[in-house]
């Protein structure tokens, strides 16, 4: 019985892996990967095509976790990172393990802002964390001029400091710090796929530019819509994505250009239609660019 099946682009600078990412990990050369991306199933109940992600217990999810993260960690180079997503109840058993075999160097909070209630008896969630991992402290990538952003005190407000001997404008631009607010992929944006938490193409954008240089290799063990190669591919770097479910994977092979069909059928974008609804019952409204300038954000 084959345990994965594994498609690739044809200059092999993509490659998606259709299984378990504890099997497939394995085929994997030790040492080979400069980038891991890891964003599993949070164990909060959520549906993932026939997969359902809720274990019997916070612990046999913890343990769940360090199993693919061990094996993560083994791929990494010496000189490579990790950065993982977990939901908020269970980051902290994931930092602790983590410290023991990494260096954390930052805990990242992703922020964003919804359109719906959240919660009525107690303050909603509106962010995940993101554990920012290295193995040699000494030497690992981080290109902080590629991600700089914005300064308001320096580019908005124009403050002067006077600390220094010829008083000047603070910098223009600085690097971000630990708190990033990035909208999430709804609907009506270019990139949002049939998926129940895909992650926004500027949060990996920033990921990937900080911790990869061209020619890189770049691993997401949980492919999803494959955000993550999708954004290496258009980056200049190599990327590989694992995917246990095949609505997921065909999705991959679509993004990556690595087929535009699967066993015979046509692999398709999703066919989006743009309604509006009110009291006079359901109207076609078709999107305009002045629309998707809403969606629009700057990091």
Not at 51 to 71: M, N
Not at 107 to 129: M, T
Not at 155 to 160: C, G, M, P, T, Y
Not at 219 to 248: H, M, N, W
Request: aromatic letters at 12%; hydrophobic letters at 35%.
């Amino acid at each position: 019985m084959i345990a994965f099946e594994k498609y690739t682009n044809q200059d092999n600078t993509a490659t998606v892996y259709y299984g378990d990412c504890l099997t497939a990990l394995r085929d994997l050369q030790d040492g080979s990967v400069d980038l891991i991306f890891a964003d599993p199933p949070y164990n909060i109940g959520k549906k993932f095509g026939e997969f359902k992600d809720v274990w019997p217990s916070d612990e046999e999810y913890a343990d769940w976790c360090y199993t693919w993260l061990a094996l993560c960690i083994k791929k990494i180079k010496p000189t490579g990172s990790l950065y993982i997503m977990a939901s908020t109840q269970a980051m902290p058993y994931l930092d602790l393990w983590l410290r023991d075999r990494m260096t954390i160097l930052s805990r990242i909070v992703w922020h964003y802002d919804s359109s719906g209630i959240q919660a009525k008896k107690y303050f909603g969630s509106l962010y995940e964390p993101i554990l920012f991992c290295i193995k040699n402290s000494n030497i690992y990538t981080f290109n902080a001029n590629d991600i700089e952003v914005e300064a308001k005190t320096g580019a908005v407000r124009k403050l002067i400091d006077y600390r220094k001997e010829i008083p000047a404008l603070y910098k223009a631009k600085k690097i971000p710090g630990n708190t990033w607010y990035i909208p999430r992929v709804r609907y009506r944006m270019k990139e949002y796929e049939e998926h129940p938490s895909q992650k926004p193409e500027k949060l990996l954008e920033r990921i990937i530019k900080a911790s990869t240089n061209a020619n890189d290799l770049v691993l997401d063990p949980f492919g999803g819509t494959f955000t993550t190669c999708a954004v290496a591919q258009r980056l200049g770097r190599k990327s590989i994505g694992i995917e246990l479910q095949l609505d997921y994977v065909k999705i991959g092979l679509r993004r990556l250009g690595i087929a535009t069909k699967f066993k015979g059928e046509e692999l398709r974008a999703l066919d989006k239609t743009y309604v509006r609804k009110n009291g006079n019952g359901i109207h076609g409204d078709v999107i305009n660019e002045k629309q998707m300038r809403l969606f629009d954000v700057t990091i």
